[in-house]
């Protein structure tokens, strides 16, 4: 090749997503396939956001409302802010990439945890910025470390409550002490992906007030958990109108499409699916912990819709196995994997296939 490619991108690889139900079909030759490998929402999604996508075949030949106006006044209305404080993204994965192309300069630094949404990691590297990457401490974000990793050199910090892969969240208290010793100047992007599922008191349930005494900070929620709505690609950001203006300045025109759009506004008003949702994963989870502990396998404490738990095996090994006898999950590391929640069927299969492949 004699064309040049940016040489950030040189040691990138591409982002690996949970293995499609359909690929395992064809490959092992299974007719039934459990995924749990990607937090979907196990129930589907509102059957309002459904009757959204009927209605939205109408427009097809029309371009989406590229300033998502409907959607952000829905949201406004529903969180008590307001629409200029909100963007609307294609997945809150696109809105990682745009934080990045908005601050990221090379040679910034980006402190993030080591165990956590890699789409962090890769994009800050795909901007020239320099990562400062800190451990974990019990499978848990290390705040205090975090905020010690900071340097006059540090551009943005991302902070994951609760985190992926490993469930498990930090405190109000943590986040306000945290908040209050981080330079203005310093980003501090706050990914709530899972926010919804949480059951402890001692979570920062509400975020939104912290805007008004951190306007460095920016919130990241999706429709894509227990909304439901993975398949089509919409979250949304809420941060100082001043920084919602700079992000949308690079973002594509019509970044978030008519079918999301209309079902995101659908979704947001059935909060019965919502509370569903949140009930069935809570029973699921119990139900995993109890087994678990029966079988003597440990498991890092979730506050969302998946588990870390150490398969005390190669967890390729298991991925493999596993998916040989029809379930989908993710190996993560070593002998860690990350299994979604399912219905209490699929936790049921779940388990049935672990003894089989741990035996
Ligand atoms: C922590 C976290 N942030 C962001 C995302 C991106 O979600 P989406 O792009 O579907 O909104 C995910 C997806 O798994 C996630 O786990």
Known sequence: MT????????????????????????????????????????????????????????????????????????????????????????????????????????????????????????????MGGTPVVVPLKDFTYDIDAMEKAITDKTKLVWLCNPNNPTGTMFTEKKLLDFLDKVPKDVVVVYDEAYNEYVTRDDYPKNSLPLLDKYPNIIIMRTFSKIYGLAALRVGYTIAAEEIIENI??????????????????????????????????????????????????????????????????????????LQKRGMIIRPIFKTYIRVSIGTMDQNKKFIELLKEVLA
């Open 3 to 126: 064309v040049k490619f940016r040489p950030e991108i040189k040691d990138l690889v591409p982002y690996k997503p949970g293995k499609p139900i359909k690929d395992v079909k064809r490959e092992y030759g299974l007719t039934e396939v459990i995924k749990l490998a990607s937090n979907e929402n196990p129930l589907g999604s509102s059957p309002k956001a459904k009757e959204a996508i009927i209605k939205c075949a109408e427009e097809l030949n029309l371009y989406p409302d590229g300033n998502t106006t409907d959607l952000k006044e829905a949201l406004a209305k529903a969180l008590g802010i307001k629409p200029s404080q909100i963007l609307p993204s294609s997945g809150s994965d696109e809105m990682v990439d745009q934080i990045s192309k908005t601050f990221i300069n090379s040679g910034d630094e980006v402190v993030m945890a080591d165990v956590t949404f890699p789409r962090y990691l890769s994009t800050a590297i795909m």
């Open 248 to 321: 949308n300045k690079i973002r594509g025109p019509f970044n978030v499409n008519t079918a999301a759009q209309m079902a995101a506004i659908a979704a947001l008003e059935d909060q019965a699916f919502v509370k569903e949702s949140y009930r069935v994963n809570k029973e699921g989870k119990e139900f995993l912990y109890a087994t678990f502990d029966e079988m003597g396998i440990w498991y890092a404490p979730s506050e969302t819709n998946h588990i870390f738990i150490d398969a005390k095996k190669d967890c390729q090994e298991v991925f493999v196995e």
